[in-house]
């Protein structure tokens, strides 16, 4: 177990002898982990998650920037010496190596004892419910079964850190959320920071205890799974976290700081919040989620989105349905056993205290102080 900390950390591929100036990978990257934190990597593919984590292994110089495990600064550390195991997407195991010698393989390098390499192996399968299949070669195994052999190699070692780097993008999507359940319990047995990689939202927000969400190399927001859906920090995060995506509109905010205006939606945001007054009169994006829009007959609620349906979506438990508004693109997640069908004129609301405030030229969120404060 351990507490990793990054600092401004950064990485560029580029080289001495880059002719244009490349963006960074990686760009000032900043983390301190709980002593047995699990942290997800989230973000599109090209983000730098692998990256991150390669630097973190020592797979990869930083080119910026500290990384110290349990305040030791590793920057200098081979990788070997880094106390670190990494799971891959690919497994790698060795083919011709029954699940037994693919475990044991990095202890016996090691010079670990015979006897306590048979301990670990066995402790590790058991933990695992893999140790009926020590004896096969991989080619023997199903894929979830060789995502197992390749924790149990990675729990052999007893590491201070896992790295684990997409590890269940092969298996298909019933197989992928048991194996999620499953490395949580692990986790949770064994208690070491783990640092897990996915480009799936729906993974991170399950499995994380923090997440930090990531974009073009750069941080976007590091918070719990709760705070990042209630309140993301701009329109990147609002609109990554949360299935179906977040709804944004065009409006624009009133003299008095709450009333909102599109071309037909009308809105009044909530008085807890304290709208900067630079904002006044000026855009906003107006974000909502699907789920938090409700059907109404009320054309003269305070929150008002009208529009025909173009898109129904009955899924059983809820009926998505899809809406052009003031050239905006709006889903919402109304009841299952709503009669809506395409082509129906439909007036949506939902409660001011459910509205996510952007800034339209930075996408930054407003600030929200629930608690108000006096300022001078
Ligand atoms: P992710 O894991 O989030 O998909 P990566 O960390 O693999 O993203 O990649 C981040 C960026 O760095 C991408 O633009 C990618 O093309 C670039 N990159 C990754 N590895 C290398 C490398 N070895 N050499 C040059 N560029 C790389
Ligand atoms: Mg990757």
Redesign the pocket.
Known sequence: MAVVELKGVAKN?GGAHKNAKAAN?VENFNLTTRDGEFIVLV?P???????TMRMIAGLEANTDGEIRIDGRDVSQVAARDRDIAMVFQSYALYPHMTVYDNMAFALSLKKVPKNEIEQRVNDAAGILDITHLLDRKPRALSGGQRQRVALGRAIVRDPQVFLMDEPLSNLDAMLRVDMRAEIIKLHRKLGVTTFY?THDQTEAMTMGERIVVMRDGHIQQIDTPNALYHAPNNVFVAGFIGTPSMNFLKMTLGGDGKTLTGQTAHMVASSERQLIEAHKGRDLMVGVRPEHLILTTDETAANVIKGEIDVVEPLGSVTMVQLEVDGHRITAQLEGDTSVRMGDSIVLTCDSARLHLFDADTEQALPRHEHRTETA
């Open positions: 591929y990978a973000g593919s090209g983000c730098g998650k692998s990256t990689v």
